[in-house]
């Protein structure tokens, strides 16, 4: 019996696909679930990929089949196919739960069944630390994730490798040895023949340490998911260009909740494709914290970060318009480069946005209209004279890019008479037209 087997992942007439390797753990994992099968009522499909990186790796797939037909256990056997161009470890990762997520799917399983035990999460932790990771990765191996929206469940979490080999030579449990775990070649060995024998020694039960460190991790951590949450519910925009947050409230939080916040919005609009290191956290939070009105920084080519006053947008492409200008000389509808659009109309009847209305006599220097996006030398007349258009952005805070796509009504003369939200010039006449912008979303 694997006495911290969690036997609470698993419900009565459950479907599980059991993700099997060949190794003492899964093949424990087999057995120990091929035994509870008629009790509980499950329903056992085994699914192995074969990486294809050992001789001898055929030998596994004959032994799972071999076993699975002894215990009439439909399986599910494919073989990965070689990728130079990437990270092997990362690659063979993603194509076997991928795998696993396909094969759950098509046979409808309510889980995929892992067999991560007490010394994987230990080692895992301890690599991290070393490496350095976020405070979401400390947590070590969780017993219940998820993958591609199908649960995934590692119920031996707790039971210790020791409990594992006693159990395999109880039962007279066949498995095959993957020689690669003899050698120092690979980080996970190293940690396991060199460091964990000494904590073995100073603690005989530091997986319990290990495994109460988890807990206490992922306790913290939830905390800080749920305020992290409740700024993202507040503060936070969706723009059809990625995410904009309130730099005021950001600074409110605590840093920890600043960083999961972060992290979150950038898997968000990246689809989980950007991996950051503790130096990008930082310097995105320097960025945030800037007292500059205007910054910005790309990262990893995939990632672009600009600050405007107290708003900030994370993007996945640096934001550039194209210049645009619009002769205007009856009724008509302009769709602008960022998505906005202006209509021209004698009706405003059933109509939404800023309007303007626009007075003149036949005849007078009103026409033809022009609709334009700023250009360097811009000027607004007022009472006063004559102002700079830069010089009114800046006194109103306008956020750069708005300054840039903001549309700019001007009469025949190349007068302003309407910017959006920012200046209108009252005018006069017996025929009126209004001019409605509505803000691209």
Not at 1 to 14: A, G, P, R, S, V
Not at 61 to 66: A, G, K, S, T, V
Not at 155 to 165: A, G, K, L
Request: aromatic fraction near 10%.
């Amino acid at each position: 019996m694997l006495e911290h087997f969690n036997m609470n992942l698993i419900q009565k007439k459950d479907s599980l696909l059991l993700a099997i390797s060949g190794g003492i753990d899964s093949m424990v994992l087999l057995d120990f679930l091929a035994k509870q099968q008629k009790e509980m009522g499950l329903t056992l499909t085994v699914a192995h990929l074969d990486h294809q990186k050992r001789t001898e790796s055929f030998l596994d797939c004959q032994l799972i089949l071999d076993t699975c037909k002894k215990l009439s256990i439909k399986t599910y056997i494919e073989q990965l196919q070689p990728n130079e161009n990437e990270n092997f470890h990362d690659y063979a990762h993603k194509q076997r739960f991928d795998f696993f997520a396909r094969v759950a799917s098509e046979i409808n399983a309510d889980k995929i069944v892992l067999a991560h035990n007490a010394n994987d999460n230990a080692e895992t932790i301890l690599m991290r630390m070393v490496r350095g990771s976020s405070f979401e990765g400390y947590r070590g191996i969780l017993p219940i994730s998820s993958y591609k929206g199908i649960s995934v469940i590692r119920p031996m979490i707790e039971v210790t490798r020791d409990e594992i080999i006693t159990y395999q030579k109880h039962h007279l449990i066949s498995y095959n040895e993957d020689q690669s775990n003899s050698s120092d070649e690979y980080t996970r060995n190293r940690f396991r023949h060199h460091v964990f024998p000494f904590l073995q020694q100073e603690n005989p039960k530091y997986l319990e340490k290990f495994t109460q460190f988890t807990t206490y991790q992922s306790m913290a951590y939830s905390l800080i998911e749920k305020l992290s949450s409740m700024y993202l519910e507040v503060f936070t925009k969706e723009t059809k260009n990625g995410i904009q947050i309130d730099i005021d409230a950001f600074k409110e939080l605590e840093p920890i909740i600043q960083i999961e916040t972060i992290k979150r919005i950038i898997n968000d609009i990246s689809d989980n494709s950007i991996e950051l290191n503790q130096t990008n956290l930082d310097d995105i939070r320097a960025i945030i914290h800037n007292k500059k009105p205007h910054v910005e920084m790309s990262l990893h080519e995939k990632l672009h970060i600009q600050k405007s006053y107290n708003m900030i947008d994370f993007t996945t492409f640096k934001l550039e318009f194209p210049d645009f200008e619009y002769e205007i000389n009856t009724e008509q509808k302009l769709n602008l480069p960022d998505g906005s659009l202006v209509i021209i109309t004698k009706n405003t009847n059933k109509l939404y946005g800023v309007i303007y209305k626009l007075c003149y006599n036949n005849g007078d220097f009103t026409f033809p209209l022009s609709l334009r996006n700023r250009k360097d030398g811009d000027r607004i007349k007022t009472e006063a004279g004559t102002k700079k258009l830069k010089n009114m952005f800046i006194n109103r805070k306008v956020p750069i890019l708005k300054r840039d796509t903001l549309p700019l009504l001007l009469n025949k003369k190349g007068e302003i008479l309407w910017i959006p939200g920012i200046h209108q010039t009252k005018t006069e006449g017996n025929n009126c037209l209004y001019i409605i912008y509505q803000e691209g979303k």
